[in-house]
């Protein structure tokens, strides 16, 4: 089966006031092996003239120099995103217009719905209705919520490649997945 892993970083919680920060998606095929960091990426700092934050979403990434990696990201533009990443798509073998199933955490009520505020996004992918998140695979009877990733990669013993950028953060979404299918790692 062939997904993409996707993740981004935000401004702050609410898709209504806050904005992307930083989109990275990763292909994987579990039909051919290959290290996660040799899949295809495509990862980009998105950059907006005028951006709100949250306050604690802001001291947070100001903590974990969130903005030195930002600055070394090559940059895009909110509403040319899904053009680029139609293309990186389209340059790895997806059909056009074909259904692209995705993977991530909290994809399905987070992120698509950033995304999906793009003009643009709906049109330029066509994203399949079932979402893959790998927190399922890890929730034990005991949990009183859905374990966090960095949970989840500990009960998987697998090391978080980098918690908060979102090019780690998609790889790690199929770390975990190919752990809990029993694929090699």
């Not at 009520?109 to 927190?135: C, G, Y």
């Not at 949990?143 to 949970?151: F, G, K």
């Amino acid at each position: 089966m062939r997904y993409v892993s996707i993740d981004i970083e935000t401004t702050g919680l609410s898709p209504q006031k806050h904005s992307i920060l930083e989109f990275a998606a990763v292909i994987e095929d579990t039909q051919t092996y290959a290290t996660v960091e040799d899949l295809p990426y495509i990862n980009f700092a998105c950059n907006k003239k005028h951006m709100t934050w949250d306050q604690d979403t802001l001291k947070f990434h100001l903590k974990n120099d969130y903005f030195d990696h930002h600055e070394n990201l090559k940059q895009v533009t909110i509403d040319y995103l899904p053009e680029r990443f139609k293309g990186f798509l389209r340059d790895n073998g997806f059909a056009p217009f074909s259904k692209i199933i995705v993977a991530g955490k909290n994809l399905a009520r987070f992120d698509l719905q950033f995304l999906e505020k793009i003009k643009t996004w709906n049109r330029m992918s066509n994203i399949a209705h079932r979402v893959l998140d790998p927190i399922m695979l890890y929730m034990r009877p005991d949990d009183e919520e859905p374990p966090n990733m960095a949970t989840c990669m500990t009960r998987a013993e697998l090391e978080l490649e980098s918690a908060h950028y979102a090019l780690g953060d998609a790889r790690d979404v199929i770390r975990l997945i190919r752990h809990g299918m029993g694929l090699e790692l």
